[in-house]
């Protein structure tokens, strides 16, 4: 009669096991876009890249299907020395450019995506990473 | 000595019931909506996403017909496709130099820009993608409603379009917009 409150203990242990279990691919499932502020900024650059098409002019790592050839590739980008052969390539730089880039070269191929504020720095952090 | 038959029949039935018993719960987990979310603000798995384009690229590949129109690309060809383009293609798929509408960042798959589209794709692969169309990515399949010729004013178009520059690509589309009015 004794051993029933143990064997209540090990099963709501093990229940608890099982939720935790499930719980976890259920958050690792979440992570999403510009207003989620749970979200890093270096996944955050790594959605907007895939969301916004770079990878169809650029050679990217860690986007898939990255490959496009029509701009320079991105690869090893954090130690690049100039933004479009006429920025110094630093994070504010960066940003100006993404925001605006046919302003910054006028007659550029790269369109101006409607990227927000939080997307950019998304982007400017993964980049520097990569 | 040969092993008696029975257990063996009965084991081999055993494991088959149970492969369909598990096969049925995976698929029971699926349609009811507890194994996969349709929802498109959350990106697929990795492996999915790879597994998805790979079947697309080689359901393109596999399928597009060896004989298909090819225009040359002069100035009315070029002028009928960008007319073309301007109404079906821009708003998703944006041009040189020209974005695309700001909405469509948030399609999954999020339609690619098309400047580098001839060294992806063959001709026939172009033609096929738009002719037919691409399931469950909202590619509409344009050869419901649009003649073979006017297909290949589009593939034209496309294949134009690393040789243009931005520029001319706005001076394009200003001349095809001034002839139909």
Redesign the interface.
């Known amino acids: 009669m004794t051993e029933r409150p143990a064997l209540g203990t090990a099963h709501r242990r093990g229940g608890a096991a099982w939720l935790v279990a499930l719980a976890i691919p259920v958050a690792a499932c979440h992570p999403s876009r510009e207003q989620d502020r749970a979200v890093s900024f270096v996944r955050l650059g790594q959605i907007a890249l895939t969301q916004h098409a770079c990878g169809s002019c650029h050679r990217i790592s860690g986007i898939q299907g990255a490959d496009g050839r029509v701009g320079p590739p991105l690869v090893d980008y954090a130690r690049r020395r100039m933004i479009a052969g006429v920025l110094p390539n630093t994070p504010v730089n960066l940003a100006r450019y993404l925001k605006a880039p046919r302003t910054v070269v006028p007659g550029n191929m790269m369109p101006q995506e409607a990227l927000g504020d939080r997307e950019i720095q998304g982007i400017v952090a993964y980049l520097g990473r990569h | 000595m040969r092993p008696p038959l029975r257990p063996i029949v009965a084991g081999w039935f055993l494991g088959v019931m149970t492969c369909g018993v598990v096969a049925l719960l995976v698929a029971a987990l699926f349609l009811s909506g507890i194994a996969f ?1 349709v929802g498109a ?3 697929h798995s ?1 492996l999915l ?2 597994a998805i ?1 790979r079947t697309m690229l080689s359901s393109v590949r596999r399928h597009a017909r060896r004989e298909v129109p090819r225009l040359p690309l002069d100035r009315a060809t070029l002028l009928a496709g960008a007319a073309l383009y301007e109404q079906r293609c821009i708003a998703c798929h ?7 509408a ?1 909405w469509v ?2 399609m ?1 798959p ?7 589209a001839s ?1 992806r794709w063959s001709h026939a692969e172009l033609y096929a993608l738009i002719h037919d169309g691409v399931k469950m990515t909202g590619m509409p399949a344009w050869g419901e409603i649009s003649s073979d010729r006017e297909i290949a004013q589009i593939v034209a178009l496309i294949e134009a379009m ?1 040789m243009m ?3 001319q690509f706005a001076q394009l589309r200003r001349a095809a917009a001034a002839r139909r009015r």
């Open positions: 979310r603000d959350q990106p990795k996403a790879w384009h944006g041009g040189p130099g020209i974005a695309r700001y960042s948030a999954l999020t339609p690619p820009y098309l400047v580098d060294a690393p520059t931005p520029d």
